[in-house]
């Protein structure tokens, strides 16, 4: 399939353990994002790359979360010393947009990896 | 206040009975509005895009007023399969990267 994909689908961690959760965007994407939903709320945004360049970061809720991009392709998010209140369901998803007049191209979402923090 | 604000519902409606959600947005500078759908642990896929002149596809019309900062999405003729949670999304930074902003989410049950 050509979509977005993330692995692991599910994750269950110790509470103070590391994970790291991973993104395959669709081939040729430009634009991915994180995003963090929580049970009966919408996503949240976390991060943005545009190719592997971090443009914004503003949505990470503390300094325990680290993403990366290195290549431009596959995507890499990290939480450290991990805690109950990060139990949520993280989504990726790509666009081919470049931003500024095709900001609004659709976004395609990956199926989430569900986080749950003992 | 949340950016982005919808009931949350439930909907429990019948099969064939016209639908409508709403939802309003914090910033008037916000430039792109959509409405997903999520099913039950999947994730959110666009349905479609909203535009200030309103725009239908199919038996899904929405709607935006920008004056009122207000959107809405009607479901005319609902089927079981249109059972899901609608999330009103904005993209709040339309000069900048398509972050998007999503409500909570109104969730539909459409019954027999």
């Known amino acids: 399939g050509a979509g977005v994909s993330q692995s692991p689908r599910y994750k269950v961690a110790k509470r103070g353990q590391d994970v790291a959760l991973r993104c395959d965007p669709i081939?040729?994407?430009?634009?991915l994002f994180w995003y963090q939903q929580a049970l009966g709320q919408g996503p949240e945004f976390l991060t943005y790359?545009?190719?592997?360049?971090?443009?914004?970061k503003s949505g990470l809720p503390s300094d325990r979360f680290f993403a990366e991009r290195p290549e431009g392709s596959v995507s890499t998010l990290k939480i450290q010393r991990t805690q109950q209140e990060d139990s949520a369901v993280y989504l990726c998803?790509?666009?081919?947009?470049?931003?500024?007049?095709?900001?609004?191209?659709?976004?395609?979402f990956g199926p989430g990896t569900r986080l749950t923090v003992l | 206040r949340k950016e982005v604000e919808q009931d949350p519902g439930p909907f429990n409606v019948p099969e064939g009975a016209t639908v409508a959600f709403n939802c309003t947005y914090s910033?008037?500078?916000?430039?792109?509005f959509f409405w997903y759908r999520q099913d039950c642990r999947k994730e959110p896929k666009l349905l479609m895009s909203?535009?200030?002149s309103g725009n239908e596809d199919g038996r899904f019309t929405a709607q935006l007023n920008r004056a009122s900062q207000y959107i809405s999405l009607l479901i005319r003729d609902p089927k079981l399969s249109d059972s899901a949670t609608y999330l009103c999304?904005?993209?709040?930074?339309?000069?900048?990267?398509?972050?998007?902003?999503f409500g909570q989410g109104t969730i539909l049950t459409v019954h027999p």
């Open positions: 909203v535009y200030s």
């Open positions: 081939s040729g994407h430009v634009s």
């Open positions: 910033n008037s500078a916000s430039q792109s």
């Open positions: 790359f545009q190719n592997e360049a971090q443009l914004d």
């Open positions: 999304v904005v993209n709040m930074d339309g000069t900048s990267h398509g972050k998007l902003t």
């Open positions: 998803a790509s666009s081919p947009a470049l931003g500024l007049a095709e900001a609004s191209d659709t976004q395609y």
